[in-house]
Each structure stands twice: as structure tokens, then as C-alpha cells.
């Protein structure tokens, strides 16, 4: 199974990006996926997932101005982002908790999409 990420890159700040995640592969569901974002000398940390069944969950700096979707036919995941602030510059990372069988269960990185907001 891969995560394949795009659509990083600079923006101002206030600006807007949409990152999308593809999961290809020997894949029998997806479960939760979303996004992960590391800054330079910081930790990994959640910024928004959503479930199966179409439930999101958001890190409270992102709440109200990213919005994810997914389309589980195509096993796809997008990250609208708007009014990014510089201090979100980071490595946005894919995550997935893919079933490749009804009872086995794996989690899934993908390569990471910089993201830089700088004036």
C-alpha cells in the first residue's frame, strides 16, 4: 500500500493550499485518514482525521479554517486549508489505517508535502 501526497507549496500568509492523499494498493477498506504536520524541531502532530463513516476530528488551531473530505470509492483524502499562518509551516503527512483483509488492520505514512507560509 502507498500514500501518494500533493499539493504542497508557498503561500502567503491568509492564503489558501488543498493537499489530496491517494492510498493505492492491495487495499480492502480504509479506516481512519487524515493529516499530520512536524514543523523543524517540533513533533509530529494530528491536524485533522476523518473515519469511514465520514466523522472529522480537528486539531483546535485548525478548527474553522481547514476542512477535510474523503471519497472512500476512490480511497482519496483532501485537506482544504485557508488562512494559513506562517507558524504552520511544516511536512504535512498523509496517514491511513488500511485493511488490507476484513481482519487485519495497518497504518500507513505517506512522504510527507512541505507546506511554507512566508511573506
Known amino acids: 500500500v502507498q500514500l501518494v501526497e500533493s499539493g504542497g507549496g508557498e503561500v502567503q500568509p491568509g492564503g489558501s493550499l488543498r493537499l489530496s492523499c491517494v492510498a493505492s494498493?492491495?487495499?480492502?477498506?480504509?479506516?481512519?485518514m487524515g493529516w499530520y504536520r512536524q514543523a523543524p524541531g517540533k513533533e509530529r502532530e494530528l491536524v485533522a482525521v476523518m473515519s469511514k463513516v465520514g466523522t472529522p476530528k480537528y486539531a483546535d488551531s485548525v478548527k474553522g479554517r481547514f476542512t477535510i473530505a474523503r471519497d472512500n470509492a476512490k480511497n482519496t483524502v483532501t485537506l482544504q486549508m485557508n488562512k494559513l499562518e506562517p507558524e504552520e509551516t511544516a511536512v504535512y503527512y498523509c496517514?491511513?489505517?488500511?485493511?488490507?483483509?476484513?481482519?487485519?488492520?495497518?497504518?500507513?505514512w505517506g512522504q510527507g508535502t512541505q507546506v511554507t507560509v512566508s511573506s
Open positions: 496517514n491511513a489505517d488500511v485493511r488490507p483483509s476484513r481482519n487485519s488492520e495497518i497504518n500507513y
Open positions: 494498493g492491495y487495499i480492502f477498506s480504509v479506516e481512519d
